[in-house]
C-alpha cells in the first residue's frame, strides 16, 4: 500500500542543538507535504508545510526540504528550545490520499 | 482556538455499547475528517466528506460510520464498542475538497474509553 514511514520514533537533543527528522513515501502522486506539532495532550498543528514544486522552505527555526525524485522530505529545526519538545508528524497528501508519519517524538533537553 | 469544536471532550463506556461524536467545522470549511489516535500512536485516518458528501476512506471499521449534515457539522457513530476501540477521536476541517488544498484544522479531541 501507500505508506509513510518517519524516523526516528524518538529524538533527544540538547537545547541549541539542532532536530532532524525524515519521512519517505511511496505514492509519486503526492503533492503536499505538511508537518503538525502535538504538544502533551493537545491537538496537533501545522506549523509548516511544502509543496511538490517547491525544494525547501523556512520559517525562522524551522525548515523542511523536499527530494521528489528520492520521494523523501525532513523537517529541520535549529537552535532547538525545551518548548520545541513535542510529537511532530509528517504527511504525504495528494488529493483525496492523505497518509501520516507515525510521529516523532522530540525531548528537547535544558 | 481552531474554530472546530468536537464533544464530548471524554466518554466513558461499556463495550457492546454505541456511541456518537459530534464535530463542527471552522465557519466556512466545507471539508471534515475523521482521525483515530491510541494512546502513543500515529493519527489514523477514517473517513472525509465534503459539503455533505462522503469523499475519501481510511481505516475504518464497518462498525463505524459517519456522516455529515446539511449544516456541515459531522458526527462518527461507533457501535458494538470493543476495549481496543479506545482512543483519542479527532475531527479537522478544510476549507477545500482535497487534502492538499491547504491546512488542516484540528478539534481538541473526544477521548473514549472503553471498559
Known amino acids: 500500500g501507500e505508506n509513510v514511514e518517519q524516523h526516528p520514533s524518538t529524538l533527544s537533543v540538547q537545547e541549541g542543538d539542532s532536530a532532524v527528522i525524515k519521512c519517505t513515501y511511496s505514492?509519486?502522486?503526492?503533492?503536499?507535504f505538511p508537518w503538525y506539532k502535538q504538544e502533551l495532550g493537545k491537538r496537533p498543528q501545522l506549523i509548516i508545510d511544502i509543496r511538490s514544486n517547491v525544494g525547501e522552505k523556512k520559517d525562522q527555526r524551522i525548515a523542511v526540504t523536499l527530494n521528489k525524485t528520492a520521494k523523501h522530505f525532513s523537517l529541520h529545526i535549529t537552535e532547538t528550545q525545551p518548548e520545541d519538545s513535542a510529537v511532530y508528524f509528517c504527511a504525504a497528501i495528494q488529493l483525496i490520499r492523505m497518509r501520516f508519519g507515525a510521529g516523532t517524538r522530540l525531548t528537547v533537553k535544558p | 482556538d481552531s474554530g472546530v469544536t468536537q464533544t464530548p471532550k471524554h466518554l466513558i463506556t461499556a463495550t457492546g455499547q454505541r456511541v456518537t461524536l459530534r464535530c463542527s467545522p471552522r465557519s466556512g470549511d466545507l471539508s471534515v475528517y475523521w482521525y483515530q489516535q491510541s494512546l502513543d500512536q500515529g493519527l489514523q485516518f477514517l473517513i472525509q466528506y465534503y459539503n455533505g458528501e462522503e469523499r475519501a476512506k481510511g481505516n475504518i471499521l464497518e462498525r463505524f460510520s459517519a456522516q455529515q449534515f446539511p449544516d456541515l457539522h459531522s458526527e462518527l457513530n461507533l457501535s458494538s464498542l470493543e476495549l481496543g476501540d479506545s482512543a483519542l477521536y479527532f475531527c479537522a476541517s478544510s476549507v477545500g475538497r482535497g487534502g492538499n488544498t491547504g491546512e488542516l484544522f484540528f478539534g481538541e479531541g473526544s477521548r473514549l474509553t472503553v471498559l
Open positions: 505514492d509519486s502522486a503526492s503533492n503536499y
